[in-house]
């Protein structure tokens, strides 16, 4: 714990916050500040009988405080569903709060996410549809997390919002008292195109786990957004495909989404 305060301290000393980029989620509409946003994905599950209703959804809600603070809390819920079964489960809530301001384009998020996910099911079904996100489906005693975002204009209508840090987790290994660290380096990259009614992204996602015994742990995604940009709801849709069969033995998993974000205090 003592280099990640290390590390949040040099980044709040070396740069000046600023602009909204919104905390947590990053499929609803960017750089929003005072929102509400539900998502529900549905992943492919290859290897179950699962149904399309089998998957999670992420409730989302953030609150600017003024111009230089947010907060952000977030509830997610997932389901697996058979003809024979069905099982739900309630993943670790997050609450964290942003640091910014006016001068720059950087929002610098501090999290932490509550341990409360049971052990059912109901389980990999969430884990395969969290993405974007730091890890709401894992059976960690503590999760806390610190992550950038920058956003870089690339035109009148298009940007790219650039997103990494590092996430720390002490988990159970089994029935000894012994206690696993792991480290991750979640990222995201997308390209937004803002058009007169409707806003598109390409985005590359990943959460690496650089420390820890389970490789499962690390996934990669690529992903196409759509969403209608009104004044005050933001209705969308999302389609991509796991990437870490590039790297590792495996196959292509697709997942597929929808969002809908409504603006407040406009």
């Known amino acids: 714990m003592r280099d990640l305060a290390v590390l949040l301290i040099s980044i709040v000393g070396a740069s000046v916050l ?20 539900l998502e529900a994905v549905v992943p492919e599950l290859p290897d179950d009988d699962a149904s399309v209703t089998s998957g999670a959804a992420f409730l989302t809600a953030t609150r600017s405080l003024n111009e230089n603070v947010e907060l952000a809390a ?5 389901r697996y569903d058979t003809d024979a079964t069905s099982s739900a489960a309630v993943g670790n809530p997050y609450v964290g709060v942003g640091l910014s301001s006016s001068s720059r ?7 932490v996410r509550i341990p409360v996910v049971p052990d059912n099911e109901a389980l990999r079904a969430g884990q395969e549809a969290d ?21 870089v204009p690339l035109g009148r209508r298009a940007s790219l919002r650039l997103r990494s840090g590092l996430t720390f987790a002490s988990a159970d290994q089994g029935p000894t008292d012994d206690r696993e660290q792991r480290w991750r380096l979640p990222y995201s990259a997308q390209l937004w195109w803002e058009g007169e009614r409707f806003m598109t992204g390409l985005s590359v996602e990943g959460r690496p786990l650089l420390s820890g015994s389970a490789p499962s742990q690390t996934t990669h995604h690529a992903v196409l957004s759509l969403m209608l940009d009104g004044a005050r709801a933001q209705p969308g849709l999302f389609v991509g495909t796991g990437l870490d069969p590039l790297v590792q033995d495996g196959q292509f998993v697709a997942v597929a989404g929808l969002t809908m974000s409504v603006s407040y205090d406009r």
Do not use: K, M
Request: proline share 9%.
């Open 105 to 111: 384009p950087i929002l610098l998020e501090l999290g």
């Open 131 to 151: 993405l974007g996100r730091t890890a709401a489906f894992r059976d960690e005693n503590i999760s806390t997390s610190a992550l950038l975002n920058g956003r």
């Open 74 to 78: 977030e509830l997610p819920v997932a």
């Open 18 to 37: 600023a602009a909204p980029a919104q905390a947590q989620t990053i499929w609803s509409r960017p750089y929003q500040p005072n929102q509400v946003a």
